[in-house]
């Protein structure tokens, strides 16, 4: 049992860890060669910040764990919004652009509806699985056009928060550097997502706890720490323009490029049915704590800290709700 123990926090650690540099040497590889911040943003750091989640769902797919492959995403939007984002707020209020309302929580809840209207059947077919992955295609474009037409101070939040990040990462200058990043990267982040998979499922067998609850819950709070990392110090910078789009943007990618691209590998079928598997009401929850920046904001732009207590308040109920679940 310790020894599972260990190499769950293992393979979290190498997923973070390999996430980040992952992130850093692909960024200054492709500014070393001429690509700009903002495309840069969009593609890699985009990429980046979901790798622990798509590489953990495409395992999990393989694995024939299929519960884990969409608790993880699902857990993960949650986490993204109900605790990162409210942990931000309560930290420091966040004042979005207005387009944020207008446009990007209306697009990450259309995708979310769209992700429970064909879970119906309880089953993601490999159909499915392209649509989201022609969705991601479709979105990346969207905001590459979109940001291009704007300017610079009337950008997008996801283009704000995509850019910002992308000029944020710490150059690596060396072309030696920047390739070891990128393969000590993606190993980290492979290896330990394999891993970080067995040593949960063993965990679970000896606590007699479900595949849902671990995908819901532990694996998706540890997949969302580049998240959770990049917002806690954006609010203590009080640099918080990068937060909510960041959020909203992973939320989207999540859907479309993880779950996409998990279901074109291997179709995911949900054990118990959908309904019956109580996995319903996990998305009707995230669907719920999706909606409720959009509620908050709709007037002011602006998240204040009782907002963000309000968010942590929904991420504490329901983790107890799971809890008491079973």
């Known amino acids: 049992m310790t020894l599972n123990l260990v190499l769950f926090i293992i393979g979290f650690l190498l997923l973070y860890f390999g996430a980040d540099w992952l992130v850093k040497g692909s960024s200054s590889l492709a500014r070393s060669i001429g690509l700009t911040p903002l495309v840069i943003g969009l593609t890699v750091v985009a990429f980046g910040t979901s790798a622990p989640e798509l590489v953990i769902s495409i395992v999990s797919s393989l694995k024939d764990k299929s519960m884990i492959a969409v608790g993880n995403v699902i857990g993960s939007n949650i986490c993204n919004i109900a605790l990162v984002l409210g942990l931000a707020a309560a930290l420091q209020p966040i004042k979005s652009s207005p387009s944020v309302i207008r446009r990007d929580i209306p697009i990450m809840l259309c995708i979310s509806f769209y992700l429970l209207l064909i879970s119906f059947n309880s089953k993601i077919g490999r159909f499915e699985g392209a649509t989201l992955v022609g969705g991601i295609i479709l979105y990346t474009c969207f905001n ?8 610079r101070q009337e950008l997008s ?15 690596v200058t060396s072309r030696t550097r920047q390739i070891v990043m990128i393969v ?3 190993t980290g982040v492979v290896v330990g997502a394999d891993i970080l998979i067995d040593a949960a499922v063993i965990i679970m067998k000896t606590f007699g706890v479900s595949e849902k609850f671990i ?3 532990v694996v998706a709070l540890g997949t969302s720490l580049p998240e959770l990392a990049t917002s806690v110090v954006a609010a203590l910078k009080k640099e918080m323009d990068i937060s909510i789009g960041n959020l909203l943007g992973s939320n989207v990618f999540n859907i479309l490029s993880v779950l996409g691209a998990a279901s074109l590998v291997r ?3 949900i054990p118990g049915g959908f309904i019956g598997s109580g996995l319903l009401y996990d998305y009707l929850v995230m669907i719920f704590v999706s909606f409720l ?13 009782n907002n963000g207590l309000i968010l942590l308040s929904c991420y504490v109920g329901y983790v107890f709700y799971l809890i008491f679940k079973g």
């Open 144 to 151: 590459y056009f979109i940001a291009v037409k704007e300017s």
């Open 157 to 171: 939040g996801g283009s704000v928060a995509f850019e910002t990040a992308a000029q944020e990462i710490q150059v």
């Open 184 to 186: 000590v990267g993606i």
């Open 215 to 217: 995908g819901l819950t």
């Open 267 to 269: 179709p995911i079928s």
């Open 293 to 305: 920046p959009w509620l908050m904001m709709r007037k002011t732009s602006t998240l204040t800290r």
